[in-house]
């Protein structure tokens, strides 16, 4: 998504998320209705996505095979504030080999 040549991204304004401050990006183009996503400041690290009616935090920060990854994801409805869904990660193994028709990309998402 954010390397396609058809996305366009804006900087949006900063929120405060988990006391510390986050930068914000919108994507369009690619994405229909346009996502904000919020970094933190301090680490670089994806700690929000605000999309459609939802807004998603990730937190507690790991490491995998030299790879840091969010271990949980809380999900909100916007319209209340409330949250929908909780997710977490409890073991992560890496893929020896591609499933076939999936190509490696060396882009990093997190």
Avoid at 21 to 48: C, H, I, N, Q, W
Wanted: hydrophobic share 35%; glycine share 6%.
């Amino acid at each position: 998504m954010l390397t396609d040549p058809a996305s366009r991204l804006e900087l949006i304004p900063d929120v405060v998320e988990s006391d510390k401050p986050a930068v914000g990006l919108r994507v369009r183009g690619t994405v229909t209705p346009a996502m904000d996503l919020y970094f933190d400041k301090a680490e670089s690290r994806l700690v929000r996505i605000d999309w459609r009616s939802d807004i998603h935090r990730f937190s507690d920060w790991k490491e995998h095979d030299g790879v840091k990854y969010p271990a949980k994801c809380v999900g909100y409805k916007k319209a209340t504030g409330k949250p929908w869904y909780f997710s977490e990660i409890i073991e992560l193994q890496r893929l020896k080999e591609l499933p076939e028709g999936l190509k490696r990309s060396n882009v990093q998402i997190w």
